[in-house]
Nanobody
Framework: QVQLVESGGGLVQPGGSLRLSCAASGFTFSSTDMRWYRQAPGKERELVALITSTGGSTTYSDSVKGRFTISRDNGKNTLYLQMNSLKPDDTAVYYC?????????????WGQGTQVTVSS
């Protein structure tokens, strides 16, 4: 079964840093593009960052560009999000996402999320 388990969230002051992890299993992680999303209360879930299967290309939302870095370790089947210079507007539940082939179809899988709260 496909499993995605996020960790590393918590409470941090504005300007602080956190590193999120997403442990993946049940599919070929090294062949799969991965994404981080976030959802704040009352807001739509939004794409934060994308990384291609080899890690050769990354894409960021304008709101986090220059502050966040997405990376992966294919040997450990783990996705990361390094978050620096955190702002209160970064407060949200952060999710990792994988799109995995099943036969001739593709399915989106989500982790349970990890809470990030930026507050003084």
């Amino acid at each position: 079964q496909v499993q995605l388990v996020e960790s590393g969230g918590g409470l941090v002051q504005p300007g602080g840093s956190l590193r999120l992890s997403c442990a993946a299993s049940g599919f070929t992680f090294s062949s799969t593009d991965m994404r981080w999303y976030r959802q704040a209360p009352g807001k739509e879930r939004e794409l934060v960052a994308l990384i291609t299967s080899t890690g050769g290309s990354t894409t960021y939302s304008d709101s986090v560009k220059g502050r966040f870095t997405i990376s992966r370790d294919n040997g450990k089947n783990t996705l990361y999000l390094q978050m620096n210079s955190l702002k209160p507007d970064d407060t949200a539940v952060y999710y990792c996402k994988a799109v995995v082939p099943r036969g001739s179809y593709f399915y989106a899988y989500w982790g349970q999320g990890t809470q990030v709260t930026v507050s003084s």
